[in-house]
């Protein structure tokens, strides 16, 4: 039987005896990195030795399920955890979920941390949320997902590599400078702490963006608004400035004058 387990986020306290349990009765243990999963068995004092570690992350997972024995699965106790709290969350959990569902094999979970929950509490901002994970490097599919969040009807909640997360309120500060957004940085750590502001705030409010960080998007009040058409498209239709800036009014809340300005500054005119 697989289980999958939680493991603490940052504070060791939050790995309850259910999870120590099964880390312990498990023969084999299947990690997003066996060299972070041997640690975490030191700090709580539990025995490795017979123990077979599988290291089983984005990279290698296609190759290790179908390497993996369906039997030895079913008939041995295995556990499954990331690097950080719950599996399944930017990581190949869920891959190993289907894996077991296709070979029906046994499986379930024990619930702990989890990043993207608790920042979703600290920051208020309530209601019905969206996990995006990580961002995007680059390109199209980046701007696309930042559209997204932004004009998004329900609270987001993101990953994004501390090194970019200077580039990404720049990119809020010029799409949607007045957006007061949440970061957390260090969540359940000694050095825990939470920020709330503008993206501009923010840049000039935080001095050390290195660790490990999550950012919550409120919901956007005029979703409501919100056209199957991305304001890009809208963009690039073959209407005057002033229809544009409208139509774009309507879909960010942003002043029609402001998206006016913006339009003219872009095309040089």
């Known amino acids: ?14 790995m309850g ?11 084999i243990i299947l990690a997003e990195d ?8 030191q700090l709580l004092n539990l025995p490795i030795g ?21 039997e030895e699965l079913k008939n041995r106790p295995v556990v499954y955890i990331s690097d950080a709290g719950m599996p399944g969350v930017s990581d190949p959990g869920s891959e190993l979920v289907q894996f077991c569902q296709q070979e029906k094999i046994p499986y379930t979970a024990i619930p702990g941390a989890s990043a993207p929950l608790t920042a979703y509490l600290l920051s208020g901002f309530g209601g019905e949320f969206t996990f995006m994970g ?33 580039k990404l309120m720049e990119e809020l500060k010029k799409k949607a400078p007045h ?19 503008t993206p501009q705030e923010l840049l000039e409010k935080i001095e050390n963006w290195k660790g490990e960080w999550v950012v919550v998007l409120p919901p956007n009040p005029n979703a409501h608004l919100s056209s199957p058409i991305s304001p890009k498209e809208i ?22 004058k402001e998206i006016y300005r913006q339009l003219i500054e872009e095309k040089g005119e």
Not at 17 to 27: I, N, Q
Not at 50 to 70: C, D, E, T
């Open 1 to 14: 039987m697989v289980t999958f387990v939680a493991t603490p986020i940052g504070n060791l306290g939050d």
């Open 179 to 197: 957006l007061h957004l949440f970061l957390a940085k260090e969540l359940t750590k000694k050095f825990e702490t939470l920020y709330w502001g």
């Open 134 to 166: 990580f961002l995007p490097s680059k390109g199209e599919e980046r701007e696309k997902k930042l559209e997204e969040a932004i004009n998004s009807p329900r609270t987001t909640i993101l990953f994004e590599a501390p090194h970019r997360l200077p």
């Open 50 to 70: 017979g123990k077979k570690f599988i290291s089983l992350h984005h990279h290698n997972s296609k190759k290790v399920l179908s390497q993996l024995s369906p």
């Open 17 to 27: 005896e259910r999870g120590k349990r099964a880390l312990e009765e498990a023969e």
């Open 235 to 256: 963009e690039e239709l073959p209407l005057p400035p002033k229809q544009k800036a409208k139509l774009l009014s309507k879909i960010t809340g942003k002043p029609v």
């Open 34 to 41: 066996t060299r972070v999963a041997k640690k975490l068995f």
